[in-house]
């Protein structure tokens, strides 16, 4: 069964700094991915996503991220962090279950913004 | 306009009640999803509609029983409402079964005491 493993349950960034989520997956075949972000009291934006080709995605608010298939990891970046950044980030990875497709996440790593 | 609409966004009730989520969504999709996120954020999958057919039932207890009278809509009744049950209930939808991504509704947050 596939799965997803987010290794930090909270990360604390300066603003104006860089951020690195880390997001490692475990699925048998070729990974569909996605970063998705929950901002307090709100429902799950999409990010970015990886289907095929580009290994480096471009996503929304200037986030990005790079599939590594030799390190199943779908680690998610931004070079400057702003405080409105301050959200929970889920990984997940989409993956065939009984002839369907669903979304399996990780348990998510909360961003939080010092000034 | 909302893409993907949840009602109620909260929703405090007591032990033994039934209650109903409504879901809809007006992106065109085909697909409709419900997810659980419990109180440690952790998010599962419930149910999975396609064209108003159920096809995914994740282990969930028959107290909870989805519906949906249309594609663009998947309701989700409960019964017999337990402690347990409190969490966010999130909707979903996606333009088909396959791998593409899912937009999320508000969530409703469902707190039973």
């Known amino acids: 069964a596939q799965s997803v493993t987010q290794p930090d349950i909270h990360i604390t960034v300066s603003e104006g700094a860089s951020l690195e989520l880390r997001c490692n997956y475990s699925y048998g075949a070729t990974p569909y991915l996605f970063w998705y972000v929950q901002s307090p009291g709100q429902g799950l934006q999409l990010l970015l996503k990886?289907?095929?080709?580009?290994?480096l995605v471009q996503g929304i608010k200037g986030f990005e991220a790079e599939f590594k298939r030799s390190q199943s990891s779908f680690n998610l970046r931004k070079p400057s962090v702003h405080w409105s950044d301050a959200a929970e980030y889920f990984c997940a990875v989409g993956a065939m279950n009984s002839g369907y497709s669903t979304l399996t996440f990780g348990k998510g790593t909360m961003l939080l913004v010092s000034p | 306009d909302t893409a993907v609409s949840q009602t109620p966004k909260y929703l405090v009730t007591q032990m033994g009640n039934d209650k109903s989520i409504k879901c809809e969504q007006n992106?065109?999709?085909?697909?409709m999803y419900w997810y659980k996120q419990d109180s440690k954020k952790f998010l599962k999958i419930m149910f999975s509609y396609n064209n108003k057919e159920l096809i995914i039932n994740e282990t969930v207890p028959n107290r909870f029983s989805p519906k949906s009278p249309d594609k663009a809509h998947l309701n989700l009744h409960i019964n017999s409402l337990e402690l347990g049950d409190s969490a966010v209930y999130f909707c979903a939808s996606s333009s088909r079964q396959g791998h593409t991504e899912a937009f999320f509704g508000q969530g409703t947050r469902l707190t039973v005491v």
């Open positions: 990886y289907f095929s080709g580009d290994t």
């Open positions: 992106l065109g999709h085909d697909t």
